[in-house]
């Protein structure tokens, strides 16, 4: 049974910082890639960065490159997401989700999901 | 970056019909892409890859056709359990740039 548990989500200012986490159970997590989502207040969906299984590789939408950084300790079976320089606009609920092996044709699938974090950027 | 555009935004079906719900991505995905149904409350559950794969425990009631930018998932026979919103992923981008659809809400008529 796969697992995922977000945390450190929260109320943060505009132009702060805070990083989540996402602990990971019942997956070999050092063999698949790692994606982070994130669901804004209208619903959408918006993927946000992946990456690979060996941390070698990381990939990030348009949005967030520059400010937020993914990477994940497989010793502890763990992902993050550091986020700096927050906006009004990243307020969202966040979503690690397990994806394929990495390079596989379906990296890109979310297989499974965790219940997600909220963050809420405001002054 | 792929834009994907999901119709209709609202679908009202009677427990026990088809469904029909519809994804389009602006260039070609091939045959990558994915559905994922989310109930109120709930993380996203992946129903269908590859265009129209189920994955893992998901019923035979749902399938999913089409390649390039025109996809559709049915769901045949509608149990009361379906109604939720329904999203379309791509995932052909590389590097990676998957995008989502805006989301069809399926509705009990």
């Known amino acids: 049974q796969v697992q995922l548990v977000e945390s450190g989500g929260g109320v943060v200012q505009p132009g702060r910082s805070l990083r989540l986490s996402c602990a990971a159970s019942?997956?070999?997590?050092?063999?698949?890639?790692m994606h982070w989502v994130r669901q804004t207040p209208g619903k959408r969906l918006e993927w946000v960065a992946v990456i690979s299984h060996d941390e070698n590789d990381k990939y990030y939408a348009d949005s967030v490159k520059g400010r937020f950084t993914i990477s994940r300790d497989n010793s502890k079976n763990t992902l993050y997401l550091q986020m700096n320089s927050l906006r009004a606009e990243d307020t969202a609920v966040y979503f690690c989700?397990?994806?394929?092996?990495?390079?596989?044709?379906?990296?890109?699938?979310?297989?499974?999901w965790g219940q997600g974090t909220l963050v809420i950027v405001s002054s | 970056e792929i834009v994907m555009t999901q119709s209709p935004a609202t679908l009202s079906v009677s427990p026990g019909e088809r469904a029909i719900l519809s994804c389009r991505a602006s260039?070609?995905?091939?045959?990558?892409l994915a559905w994922y149904q989310q109930k109120p409350g709930q993380a996203p559950r992946l129903l269908i890859f590859?265009?129209?794969t189920r994955a893992t425990g998901i019923p035979a009631r749902f399938s999913g056709s089409g390649s390039g930018t025109e996809f559709t998932l049915t769901i045949s026979s509608l149990q009361s359990e379906d109604f939720a919103v329904y999203y379309c992923?791509?995932?052909?981008?590389?590097?990676?740039?998957?995008?989502f659809g805006q989301g069809t809400k399926l509705e009990i008529k």
């Open positions: 260039q070609s995905v091939s045959n990558n």
């Open positions: 019942g997956i070999t997590f050092s063999s698949y890639a």
């Open positions: 590859e265009a129209s």
């Open positions: 989700a397990k994806g394929d092996y990495w390079a596989a044709a379906r990296t890109g699938v979310s297989f499974d």
């Open positions: 992923q791509q995932y052909n981008s590389w590097p990676p740039m998957y995008s």
